[in-house]
Each structure stands twice: as structure tokens, then as C-alpha cells.
């Protein structure tokens, strides 16, 4: 960090002489509120939109490329390549091992102008800005050096690679998942941004949330199961889109765990047979143990224990429930007076199989196929004066068969 410590600017009057000493205190006042503007309103990081942002791309063989772009440091200096860079990688002799791409601030004194007769006046015109791009096998902090791109290098690796799939890019492939990009400092971010390996992670582990919620909902659907899959989908974008500090982290991580322990009651209430099984504990059990960590406020706790809920929650996803097998008792022939008679159901014989209860009786009423037949008596002839007149229906010579009772009439009107 600069030690820059007072803000001095020229004043200058009538008859004042300057010196080269005056002139680097006058820099010096820009340069340093331009840091303490970047270092105090924006985060370090790669600036969106400049060029071609910074990327890093496959140039063949084991070489990279640059491209031009422009950054912000943790001191708060602007990095401008204004021009692509090549670098080679060298695979290593034993096991694979990561290197990483960074870009850190750099000065070089530039155009030299030499006083043959006053040596002493000798001395460069320019101080350049000229940013250092470096491979490194040690992880950039993002403060002092930004991180460009990683690349898993394997033993005899031949060439560099551009992913295939940039969500998990494999060996040998330049991986650009860990690249943050500078922004407005806000509240959201107060409590400091989670370090590019805790934000990969979380980013992974919600994702993994919601898909193992979704499968439990597809099973046991409740209400707050899916509640989580929308909580954890918010986290996810939240994460990917660098707006999270640990401080933030923590408290939507205790509203997640409020969510899962609802989920977890509910379905208890609602599948009575879920409750009593090892998986729908060992998931009650790791929500409890969620919420604990969130107390405590360490990241790497938080994210360990929420995995352990998401595991749980598959687990309890693929619990298979049996219906209960019970005896239904012997059958019963019941006699009445007349054509109909009130049935009184008895299931008091029944009981259920391995202490079971049983909660719920479903009667098997058997009906007929088809609708009664009937004979619908004989025809008849109406006689009538005039074109209209009253006419009674008669069906008393009407019959069912099989010993059935006619019930209701329908009359045919042609």
C-alpha cells in the first residue's frame, strides 16, 4: 500500500519559482486521490468493458495470450494493457501442479535524455506504466496481483487449451471461473468479498442444493421444500455475480437453514411414515447442526455443514415407504327386510402388521356393471280431438328384472 500520508497542492503566484521537486509533489497529489478514490469506492478486479476485458486465451502449443484490457489493484491502481500479451507455461517434471496468470502494477522510467555538457542534468522525461503480466505457481490475492485465469497442468502436457466447458474446465485447460471484475464498493459488499475459491464454492453447493431439493420435492412435495430450491437459486446468482461478503453470507445461510428446518417438520406431518425413518433424522439432525455454524460465522463451517443438509435432503429423497399390510377379518353376510336395509361397517376384526395402526379403511363396494333392465309394459294408442291435448303417462305395466325396483321414469318424447 502507498505511504502517502498528506494532501499538499501547489499554490502557485506571481514570481514563483518551481522546482523538479515541486512538480513530482504536484503528480503525486493526483495520483494519490485517484487511489484513494479507486481503493475507497471500487473493488479490486478486472474492468468490464475495456477491450477485450484481460482474457486469456490459447495461442498453441504451451503459450497464452492477453488480450488487452485494463484492472484496479488493492492499492487502488489502474492496470492498462493497452496492447496483448504472449506467455509460455512449462509443464512440470513430477505431478501436476496449478499455475496461475496475474497482472500486478509495474513503473519503468522511459525516453532518457542525456546532457553531455551538464551530466549532472541527466535524466528519463517519462515514468511508464507498464503492468507486469506473470505465470506464477502462487495463487494472486487479488489485492497486490490480480488473478487473470488457472490452468490444472498435468506432467508432459504438450498444449494449453481454451475449456471446453467453461463451468469445469478439465486438465490442461485455462480456466477462467476465478476471475473477479472490479466494481462499485456498496453495502452488499461491506463485510468484504468472499475469496474466489469460497465464492466457486458456494456457487457449486447451491447449485447442488437446488437439484437435491428438487428431487426431494419430487418425492415428498411440501411447500418449503421448494422454498429452498428459490432460496438457493438466489444465493447462487448472488455468489456468481461476486455481491457477497461472508458477513452477507451468514445471515442468507440462517434464513436457507430456517427454510430447511421448516421443510423438515413439514414433511414429518405430512408423510407419517418419513418420520420415523434414520434419513428423515440424520436430515433433521444436520439442519440443526447448519444453524449452529451459522452462530459461529466461519465460512468454511457454514458451507461444510450446508453440504451436509443438501446430502441429507438426496438421501431422504430416495427413503421408499410401504403401505402397511393389515388383515381385513372375516367376512360378514348381512340379511335384510324388504329391497333396501342400512349396512352398518364393522372393521373391528382388522389389525394391522408389525404393531402397526390402523389409521384409515377403504371399503370395496361392489356395484353393478350395468344399469337395470326393465320392461317398459306394452304400447298404447292416444286418441285426441283437435291438435292438442292433456295425456297421461301411465307405466304400471312396467317391470324390473331380476327382482330390482324402478326408481325413475324417463319418457321418450317423439
Not at 325 to 336: D, E, H, I, P, Y
Amino acid at each position: 500500500m502507498t505511504d502517502f500520508t498528506e494532501f499538499k497542492r501547489m499554490n502557485y503566484f506571481k514570481g514563483f519559482f518551481t522546482t523538479a521537486d515541486d512538480w513530482q509533489g504536484e503528480q503525486n497529489y493526483h495520483r494519490e486521490k485517484l487511489r484513494l478514490h479507486n481503493r475507497g469506492l471500487h473493488t479490486p478486479g478486472v474492468i468490464r468493458g475495456i477491450a477485450s476485458c484481460l482474457r486469456v486465451r490459447a495461442a498453441g502449443g504451451l503459450n497464452l495470450e492477453v488480450l488487452a484490457g485494463a484492472a484496479i489493484d488493492g492499492d487502488g491502481n489502474e492496470l492498462y494493457l493497452p496492447q496483448s500479451r504472449l506467455l509460455s507455461v512449462t509443464p512440470p517434471a513430477g505431478a501436476a501442479r496449478l499455475v496461475y496468470v496475474g497482472l500486478r502494477y509495474r513503473e519503468a522510467e522511459d525516453e532518457r535524455v542525456i546532457n553531455t555538457a551538464n551530466p549532472e542534468y541527466n535524466g528519463f522525461k517519462r515514468i511508464k506504466e507498464a503492468p507486469e503480466v506473470f505465470v506464477s505457481e502462487s495463487c494472486p490475492d487479488n489485492l497486490t496481483a490480480i488473478e487473470l485465469a488457472r490452468i490444472d497442468l498435468q506432467p508432459g502436457a504438450a498444449a494449453v487449451a481454451d475449456a471446453a466447458d467453461p463451468a469445469a474446465p478439465g486438465a490442461n485447460q485455462i480456466d477462467l471461473r476465478y476471475l473477479l471484475y472490479s466494481g462499485a464498493v456498496s453495502t452488499a459488499a461491506s463485510s468484504g468479498r468472499l475469496p474466489p475459491d469460497l465464492q466457486e464454492r458456494l456457487v457449486q453447493l447451491m447449485g447442488r442444493t437446488r437439484k437435491d431439493f428438487a428431487a426431494l420435492n419430487l418425492r415428498f412435495p411440501s411447500p418449503s421444500c421448494d422454498d429452498v430450491r428459490q432460496s438457493a437459486i438466489t444465493i447462487e446468482m448472488l455468489g456468481r455475480a461476486g455481491l457477497l461478503g461472508e458477513g452477507e453470507l451468514a445471515a442468507l445461510v440462517a434464513s436457507l437453514a430456517d427454510v430447511e428446518h421448516d421443510t423438515g417438520q413439514e414433511l414429518g406431518a405430512i408423510y407419517a411414515g418419513l418420520a420415523g425413518t434414520s434419513e428423515w433424522q440424520g436430515y433433521s439432525d444436520s439442519v440443526v447442526s447448519l444453524q449452529d455454524a451459522v452462530l459461529s460465522g466461519l465460512t468454511a463451517d457454514i458451507l461444510a455443514r450446508q453440504d451436509e443438509v443438501a446430502e441429507a435432503a438426496r438421501e431422504l429423497s430416495e427413503v421408499v415407504l410401504t403401505v402397511p399390510l393389515a388383515a381385513a377379518g372375516g367376512s360378514q353376510t348381512v340379511s335384510v327386510v324388504g329391497d333396501d336395509g342400512v349396512v352398518k361397517l364393522d372393521a373391528s376384526a382388522s389389525h394391522g402388521f408389525g404393531g402397526r395402526t390402523i389409521a384409515l379403511y377403504r371399503w370395496n363396494l361392489k356395484e353393478s356393471i350395468a344399469a337395470p333392465v326393465a320392461n317398459a309394459g306394452s304400447g298404447a294408442t292416444i286418441s285426441t280431438n283437435g291438435d292438442e291435448t292433456s295425456v297421461l303417462l301411465d307405466a304400471s305395466g312396467a317391470q324390473a328384472s331380476a327382482g330390482a325396483a324402478i326408481v325413475k321414469y324417463i319418457w321418450d318424447k317423439k
